[in-house]
């Protein structure tokens, strides 16, 4: 090999060394439009980067001729995007937007409008986790071509509040939006544009069907930006349904696309996105196909945990990755079903017991779906016992169904409030769902509890909390 060729062979390795200098948890939880509430935690870097392309918008019907017309813009978008995370509640990032746009009008001796190319804009925000599965966001745009579709002015304050709970699995994203704009377009006497201020609104659901693929769904919209002067009779504001997928190609890059189809006229007829997410810095790397632990099944457990206690939660015996990774929590043993003679008819308490026990067989054999409807079915008679929430909480954690786990997590430590258990796996939920601030709350409760649990420590450590 020539001396250039491996040159540039150590350059190449060298610079991307320094971009991707460890792995890093992507951000699974966001939609195409809409921003999730979750950030991307303390010393973590994310860089994002969406080509979109959007066809047949009629944002406005213009009579610059003498006679009414729909102004058709067509447009390709080519954002990107950095934020960084001050800690488990604040990120802070920036982006710079280039648009090319086709259609609109051109003004004889004044100029074009929706009908050009050059700097969308340049943007610095701040994210703020105020509350669990709350946040607030706020952003300044400056440096923008007003004459572009997708632009925002020379002076643009924005704020956004941003609600996403976990539901079924995944996650509800909603989001309302305040733009306060400034700036006109003056193409001449004939045609002038003013702008006003934009609400923006939507509503997402983000759900992942696997350790590597994340469905979209999303339904996001705008008013107008555009205050008629002018030559300009009416405008439409914007709604747009959009279907997409997040790809997880490792443990800190994602590829992201969708499809959208516009509502009102002011949105393009037909939207295309796709772009990556990459992630870096101190975040804690996920397990990935290749290297991802399986847990023992129930069976080869060499001890089980006596009956009312719970269970420690144990190593992997293989080396153990960077961030918290653990043995998945093991069912309570329950007790057997009293041994007299049942009366004529099945009292609550055993039907109770009997549930219990096909559960606690179901979960022996590594049927978890099972195991879960039979806890379920014994909640349903005796709701107050917080061993059958977590137990019924382990189930649902088994088949990765993290959301579900979180509920009876939580049900039992309201029960229960000095359980560290429940706190230590309710914050391995909140890891999995991406929501770290809710993972280091759980586990400084851990702590709270019992000082010398060294499982919630190590998972602190992991995260950056000392």
Known sequence: MTDWKQCIRMILAAAMTAVLPMYASARMMDGAFLESASTVGRGA?????????????????????GANVELKVGYVLFPIEIRYGLNDRWEIGGDAGFELDKGGVNVTGGGSFL?????????????????????????????????????????????????????????LNLNLGFLFKSGDVNLGKTFQVDYKSV??????????????????????????????????????????????????????????????????????????????????????KRAASSDRWTPKDAKQSEQKPAAGTATQATKPAEEKPSGPVFEPPAQYETPKPPSQAPPAGPTVEE???????????????????????????????????????????????????????????????????????????????????????GAIREWQKVLEIDPSNETARENLKALGVE
């Open 45 to 65: 870097w994310n860089l994002r980067s969406v080509l979109e392309y959007g066809s047949k918008a009629k944002p406005m019907i213009t009579n610059v001729s």
């Open 115 to 171: 009908n050009g190319n050059g700097l969308r804009r340049l943007r610095l925000f701040g994210k703020w986790n105020f509350m669990p599965d709350m946040a607030a966001m706020a952003d300044l745009a400056f440096a923008g071509d007003n004459t572009l579709y997708n632009s925002l002015d020379s002076f643009d304050f924005g704020l956004k509040f941003l609600y996403g709970p976990q539901i079924g699995g995944g996650a």
């Open 199 to 284: 609400i923006s609104y939507g509503i997402g659901y983000v759900r992942p069907f696997s350790n590597r693929f994340t469905g979209i769904v999303e339904l996001a919209g705008a008013t107008s930006p555009y205050k008629g002067k002018v030559g300009v009779s009416s405008t439409t504001g914007r709604l747009d349904l959009l279907f997409g997928g997040r790809l997880a190609m490792s443990d800190r890059m994602n590829l992201e696309g969708a499809l959208g189809k516009g509502f009102q006229k002011g949105s393009p007829s037909f939207t295309l996105r796709g772009g990556i997410d990459i992630m870096w810095g101190q975040v804690s």
């Open 351 to 437: 039907r109770v017991q009997k549930s219990i026990a096909d559960a606690s067989d179901a979960f022996n054999r590594g049927d978890y779906a099972s195991a879960a409807t039979n806890y379920e079915a014994a909640i349903k008679l005796k709701d107050n016992d917080p061993l059958l929430h977590y137990n019924l909480a382990t189930a649902y954690f088994q088949q990765k169904k993290y959301a579900d786990a979180k509920k009876y997590f939580k049900n039992a430590m309201l029960l229960n409030p000095v359980d560290a258990d429940s706190h230590l796996y309710l914050g391995y939920t909140y890891y999995y769902l991406q929501d770290q601030a």
